[in-house]
């Protein structure tokens, strides 16, 4: 158990609906990342938040967004889903906001859209 | 950003070593180098990080020149459990950018 926890766990919604993806990092991490895994794919950045603070931009989508919220849980939001936005999103936590320490991976939600 | 490049895959066989290469001819001076784990349908997993020389853990040693340009993970004696994706990962304080390259595809035969 890494200490990260993402809900739900699975996620089946129809196109064009919003969802949204909750993160809660391990206990003192200030850092929070997210990526998407589709089948058989590599892992996609998106968003970095770092105190409450957006850190880093990946390969993120102008329908998706993110915060952090003061408790240092994090939020992904996904709207007007489409059938391709299906896959695992993974969320993970590090204490501070380099990379140069070892960060802690969530077990994922998985996302169906159909 | 320091781009890597690892093999897709690599085949061995339960108490053999498997180093696996990573390279990162861009690397910047404060990035660190970072390998991770990934079994089917879970989150990857920290193996091993270092700046430069050699790290070694309980799990696995990690060298790294001294142009820093490369990088090699040796995993000893593995078995049947170590198949899995391995992630090389090159980041420091000024690159937040945690992006992770295609990763390496392990196979451990009986």
């Known amino acids: 158990d890494s200490g990260v926890t993402q809900t739900p766990k699975h996620l089946i919604t129809a196109t064009g609906q919003r969802v949204t993806l909750r993160c809660s990092p391990r206990s003192g991490d200030l850092s929070v990342y997210w990526y998407q895994q589709s089948l058989d794919q590599g892992l996609q950045f998106l968003i970095q938040y770092y105190n409450g603070e957006e850190r880093a931009k990946g390969n993120i989508l102008e329908r998706f967004s993110a915060q952090q919220f003061p408790d240092l849980h994090s939020e992904l939001n996904l709207s007007s889903l489409e059938l391709g936005d299906s896959a695992l999103y993974f969320c993970a936590s590090s204490p501070q906001g380099g990379v140069n320490t070892e960060a802690f991976f969530g077990q994922g939600t998985r996302l169906t859209v159909v | ?110």
């Not at chain 2, 950003?1 to 066989?13: C, E, F, G, N, V």
């Not at chain 2, 861009?26 to 997993?45: C, K, L, M, V």
């Open chain 2, 1 to 110: 950003l320091a781009k890597t490049t690892q093999p897709i895959s690599m085949d061995s066989y339960e108490g053999q070593e498997v180093n696996i290469t990573c390279s990162h001819n861009n690397i910047a001076t404060n990035d660190y180098i970072t390998w991770y784990q990934q079994f089917p349908s879970q989150g990857p997993r920290f193996i091993i990080q270092g700046y430069k020389t050699k790290v070694t853990n309980e799990v696995a040693s990690l060298f790294i020149p001294a142009d820093r340009k490369s990088s090699t993970l040796s995993l000893p004696r593995v078995s049947l459990s170590d198949t899995a994706v391995y992630y090389c990962l090159v980041a420091g304080d000024n690159n937040n950018d945690m992006r992770f390259g295609a990763g390496t595809r392990l196979t451990v035969k009986p």
